[in-house]
């Protein structure tokens, strides 16, 4: 196990290569014109229909949100013929797109890591509370994550997950989502190191993440959001949600010199909460807020969870699929919900004003307490925490805590900004592939969250310095200073409109304006008399700027590249051909290839060529027998483009011949990464492709995803 250390944030993005831009445009491109269809779509329907309110399956109705909890709707918008010339233009748009070399010694760095990390064979684990990285070899790494499992799970029944997915489509089912949710996605648990803990080298101890969760969890956390602010603003409980408002605590103490400070941390909060206590939480919460037995029954499923490893299925050890995950939906309102009911029987205690909770780190003062009243203090409060289940860290009669990233001092009254030992602020460089307005924030978003947790100038002055050289060493020349007395500008009410917002992803090696490009469009095919002009003029259609992939999420793939190697669903030790007479093979003894894109030329006698582009997500000798059906008999002549060529060639009486190749192989949609690359990747082939000699049709690049049918609910 060897550290790596790379001396800039992992937040910063490299520059693309460029068939990956052109695909994340695409995807972004195919979402916006889809709603700006299902709009066009809706306003014809209620022109027709004489209605105002919207049908739940537009995507951009707020009370159709409302009613589907958030999914959305999974259905293709129909074509419109008033906006067939506006996606032309829109497609000839990310065709005619220009890069540009862009080479500075910063993106320079990171393509040489990127090349040292896809030419590891190691894994690239991040530590838990420090920068640091450690490449571990695959046989470390899977005894690691084992020894972890095995403490707490044992192996699942086979038909456990089934059982919760069912459920997940009962409660679908009664909520009008089951062709909208899809089922638990069997996501790979992983670890962090604690590097910091003693005796790491040699004893290496880490946290085991699982980030296995139910679609259902959205709902949950909906509901439980509103349910935890009604007891908040019902009960005045001191719940904070940031460090702003635990300074707003501190500073109304009165007479602080004369307090002092008991400060607790919950021992694996998320872990150890049971299903008891999750219960007696919500009929705690029942005192103040009304929650139907609908609303418990999904708050519960949320809970069933399982781990997962390698295709294996973990459960507890004793047998329950109750578990409160860090990876949820709603793992972090469950955690508040409980907070709230521990904090109402500490307060009934203490006094509501004096103790507060951040999920699970507490703080707390007490007035006038010798040293014998606050070891009785923290025994009590140690003892209540036993009484749910729960242990805690405590320490009592202190003048000065570090909590959150604030240090606060009852002796003198102030506060000034924290850092954990070992952590060296990093930030985005400014020769990052970030868009130039997030660069430009950076520097002001630190200065003013170092104002806000400074209660002084010289406060701040003390902190500055490591702050400045971050930003110094990340090619910022911006000097933080001090403005927390200035008067923050007053808010615009700005009047709630129905906009529908283009996120194209930024690079730096782009030259065309994508932005400009497409505001231009919007204005040119929809002007003051056309009859969408009041859909979509530059009030209501705006642009923002997406990311690309950060350095994070390239050594996450990577690692799991390398972890699941056994996993690896390649044809290199398989059968590739099963042609009796391999002479005769349509693909050069590479039939049984799977998820593929593969091009089909069709050569005439009078020497015309044209190309069909197509899929398959199963092996092309599957596909290559249905494109023969079509070819045999006529009834099937639309079924494709090409059959559609073929019978009209036939009968023209001209002869033809058939090449199939394949051009990439690329993943399918699965509903881990909720991105299906063989889609995408087809439909960079025909937008890239020679028009005069493609059989394909524009319309084919707003479609819904048929790889992603088998993971909803409704099909489980």
Same mark, same amino acid.
């Given at each position: ?501 283009? !996120?194209?992803?930024?690079? +730096? @090696? ?6 400009? %490009? *497409?505001?231009?469009?919007? =204005?040119? #095919? ?78 005439? !006698?009078?020497?015309?060529? +044209? @190309? ?6 199963? %092996? *092309?000798?599957?596909?290559? =027998?249905? #494109? ?89």
């Amino acid at each position: 196990m060897e550290q790596t250390r790379f001396n800039y944030s992992m937040k910063n993005i490299p520059i693309p290569s460029r068939s990956t831009y052109i695909k994340k445009l695409i995807e972004k491109t195919e979402s916006v014109i889809k709603r700006i269809r299902w709009k066009a779509f809706f306003f014809e329907q209620n022109k027709v229909k004489n209605k105002t309110s919207r049908d739940n399956d537009n995507d951009d109705s707020n009370s159709a949100a409302d009613n589907n909890f958030g999914f959305k709707s999974r259905k293709c918008p129909p074509q419109n013929e008033e906006l067939n010339n506006f996606e032309a233009d829109v497609y000839d748009m990310i065709k005619n797109i220009e890069f540009r070399q862009v080479r500075d010694d910063f993106q320079d760095q990171l393509q040489h890591d990127i090349r040292k990390i896809n030419n590891s064979t190691k894994a690239f684990i991040p530590a838990d509370k420090t920068t640091n990285y450690y490449e571990v070899d695959k046989t470390t790494h899977d005894k690691l994550i084992m020894d972890n499992i095995t403490s707490t799970y044992k192996k699942a029944n086979a038909n456990t997950i089934n059982a919760i997915n069912d459920e997940a489509k009962d409660i679908a089912t009664n909520l009008n989502i089951a062709d909208r949710a899809e089922r638990m996605a069997e996501r790979q648990a992983f670890i962090t190191l604690k590097d910091h803990k003693d005796n790491f080298q040699n004893k290496p101890s880490c946290r085991l993440i699982n980030p296995a969760k139910s679609e259902i969890g959205r709902i949950s956390k909906k509901l439980l959001e509103n349910i935890n602010t009604t007891i908040r603003q019902k009960t005045g409980l001191n719940q904070w949600k940031n460090s702003t408002s635990v300074i707003n605590w501190f500073s109304s103490i009165q007479d602080k010199h004369q307090h002092t400070f008991a400060v607790f941390d919950i021992e694996n909060f998320y872990p150890s909460i049971t299903e008891k206590l999750l219960t007696d939480a919500i009929t705690f919460a029942k005192q103040h807020t009304s929650i139907t037995d609908r609303d418990i029954d999904i708050i519960m499923h949320s809970r069933k969870s399982l781990l997962f490893d390698k295709n294996t299925a973990w459960i507890k050890k004793n047998n329950s699929s109750f578990d409160v995950t860090m990876g949820s939906y709603d793992g972090a309102e469950v955690c508040e919900l409980v907070g709230l009911f521990i904090l109402n029987d500490l307060c009934n205690e203490y006094g509501k004003d004096n103790i507060g909770l951040y999920r699970d780190d507490g703080l707390a003062i007490f007035k006038h307490t010798s040293g014998p009243q606050a070891e009785r203090i923290r025994k009590d409060i140690t003892r209540r925490f036993k009484t749910h289940g729960l242990n805690i860290t405590i320490q009592t009669n202190m003048k000065t805590v570090n909590y959150l990233d604030v240090t606060f001092d009852l002796t003198n009254g102030t506060y000034c900004p924290y850092r954990k030992p070992n952590d060296h602020p990093q930030y985005i460089n400014t020769k990052s592939n970030h868009p130039p307005n997030i660069i430009k924030q950076i520097p002001a978003s630190i200065n003013r969250r170092i104002s806000d947790n400074s209660s002084s100038e010289d406060a701040f002055n003390k902190a500055k310095p490591v702050y400045d050289s971050a930003l110094k060493a990340s090619g910022y020349t911006e000097t933080l200073t001090y403005n927390k007395d200035k008067q923050p500008a007053r808010p615009r009410r700005n009047r709630q409109r129905n906009i529908i917002w283009y !996120n194209p992803p930024f690079s +730096k @090696n782009v030259k065309t304006n994508v932005s400009r %490009t *497409f505001l231009k469009l919007i =204005s040119k #095919h929809f002007p003051k008399q056309h009859k969408y002009h009041s859909l979509f003029n530059k009030n209501n259609v705006k642009v923002s700027y997406s990311c690309m992939d950060n350095m994070e999420s390239i050594i996450n793939k990577h690692n799991k590249k390398v972890t699941n190697a056994d996993n690896d669903t390649s044809t290199v030790n398989q059968v590739q051909c099963n042609c009796r007479n391999k002479d005769q093979c349509p693909l050069d003894n590479k039939c049984l290839t799977s998820s593929v894109i593969y091009n089909a030329q069709v050569t005439t !006698n009078n020497a015309t060529c +044209k @190309n069909y582009i197509g899929l398959t997500e199963g %092996t *092309f000798k599957q596909r290559f =027998s249905q #494109h023969k059906a079509t070819f045999k008999h006529r009834k099937y002549t639309n079924s494709t483009e090409l059959s559609k060529y073929i019978w009209k060639l036939r009968d023209n009486n001209q002869d033809f011949n058939i090449k199939w190749t394949i051009i990439r192989r690329a993943r399918p949609y699965n509903n881990i990464s909720k991105r299906c690359d063989l889609c995408l990747t087809e439909k960079l082939m025909i937008i890239t492709a020679n028009p005069d000699r493609i059989l394909n049709k524009r319309s084919e690049l707003i479609s819904k995803c048929r790889h992603e049918n088998k993971f909803y609910l409704r099909n489980n």
